[in-house]
Each structure stands twice: as structure tokens, then as C-alpha cells.
């Protein structure tokens, strides 16, 4: 399979734990794209990486959420000191051409979050 | 104001019949815009583009207002696998990320 891939696709967790998910985008792709998505609503934009670089943040990112990206390929995204209300589905994207194509967006399965 | 506002839902159409979907965008400066599925519990698929001179694929029209800022999806004779969340996508101004509509939800049902 070489389509984006997440990991793990569903978590489970205690409120006030750590928790970490990973993306492995599409071979070569360099732009990347974190998603969050609770029920009834649309996926909600987190960060953007372009290779290493983390060009932008959203204020839904709260100090809480860290990503990073290392080396340009894979990327994780750590929610520390996990709340209710981080429940969601965590989505992650790639691609290797200007987002005004959004044909060439690929989206992760997405890894499922629940905080009790 | 949300960026990407859509029709609230739930549409529930039988087979055959035809549904529009609305959705309107704050941005101006916004200049790419698209049409989304996402099937339960999946992952958002691209539909279809929309341009300011309309297009079409299949039973499937998009069309653009930029004046008005507003965007439409036109689902003609709907069949049951059409059953789904359509979402309405804006690019960023920066052009760097796709900003989604909350989604209108579809049940075709026979």
C-alpha cells in the first residue's frame, strides 16, 4: 500500500496522558498536513510542514499539540496532558504539488482518539 | 464567522430524485475551491473542482458565484451509493491548506 498511512488507527486513553500518532505520507511528497475532525463537523486544519519545516500552526494547535516532521517523511503529532474534549479523529495529509490542485491531496485513514 | 459555511442537513431524498447543496465562503481572497465526499467513519475523497464557468461529471454539476461567494453541487438522479457527507472546501488565502465546510449530510434512500 502506498497511500498515506497512520498509526494507530484507534487510541483509547486515560484523561491526562500522552498520547502520539504518526504519519508516514506518500513516498517523495513534501508537503504535510495535519487534520482534526470531532463528529458533525468537517476536518478542522491543525499545521502544514513543507519537508522539515513547520511553516504553519493554527490556534487550534494549543501548547498542548506538538508536531514535527524530523526528517521530511514521517510526522507525529503528540497531544500531552490529554482532555475530553481532544476526542476526535486525527487526519493527516500529503502531496507533492500546489494545493490549488486539491486533486493531489491525499488523506490518511485517520487515527481515531478517545479520551475517558 | 466560519470561513466555509454549508446548508445544515440532513437531506434524505429517495433514488432518482435531484439535490442541490449550498455553501457559501467568507474569504475573498479564496481561490480554489472544491467538493469533498467523506463516507462514515472514512476519510475525505475529492468529488470534483469548481470553477466560475461551471462544470459537470456525471450526474454531478459544480458551479461558482464569486461575486456572491457562494458555491453549489448539483446531484442528479441520485442513487443510494451517493449516501454521504459532502463537505465544501476553500483553499487558505496563503494557499498553503484546504479549509472544510462543517459537511451536509446525504440519505438516499429506495
Known amino acids: 500500500d502506498t497511500g498515506v498511512s497512520q498509526d494507530p488507527r484507534h487510541k483509547i486513553t486515560k484523561r491526562g496522558q500522552n498520547v502520539t500518532f504518526r504519519c508516514d505520507p506518500i513516498s517523495e511528497h513534501n508537503r504535510l498536513y495535519w487534520y482534526r475532525q470531532t463528529l458533525g463537523q468537517g476536518p478542522e486544519f491543525l499545521t502544514y510542514f513543507q519537508n522539515e519545516a513547520q511553516l504553519e500552526k493554527s490556534r487550534l494547535l494549543s501548547d498542548r499539540f506538538s508536531a514535527e516532521r524530523p526528517k521530511g517523511s514521517f510526522s507525529t503529532l503528540e497531544i500531552q496532558r490529554t482532555e475530553q474534549g481532544d476526542s476526535a479523529m486525527y487526519l493527516c495529509?500529503?502531496?507533492?504539488?500546489?494545493?490549488?490542485?486539491?486533486?493531489?491531496?491525499?488523506f490518511g485513514e485517520g487515527s481515531w482518539l478517545t479520551v475517558v | 464567522r466560519k470561513e466555509v459555511e454549508q446548508d445544515p442537513g440532513p437531506f434524505n431524498v429517495p433514488e432518482g430524485a435531484t439535490v442541490a447543496f449550498n455553501c457559501t465562503y467568507s474569504n475573498s481572497a479564496s481561490q480554489s475551491f472544491f467538493w469533498y465526499r467523506q463516507d462514515c467513519r472514512k476519510e475525505p475523497k475529492l468529488l470534483m473542482s469548481v470553477y466560475s464557468s461551471g462544470n459537470e461529471d456525471g450526474r454531478f454539476t459544480a458551479q461558482l458565484n464569486r461575486a456572491s461567494q457562494y458555491i453549489s453541487l448539483l446531484i442528479r438522479d441520485s442513487k443510494l451509493s451517493d449516501s454521504a457527507t459532502y463537505l465544501c472546501v476553500a483553499l487558505n488565502q496563503a494557499g498553503t491548506a484546504l479549509i472544510f465546510g462543517k459537511g451536509t449530510t446525504l440519505s438516499v434512500s429506495s
Open positions: 495529509a500529503s502531496t507533492n504539488r500546489d494545493t490549488s490542485s486539491g486533486n493531489t491531496i491525499y
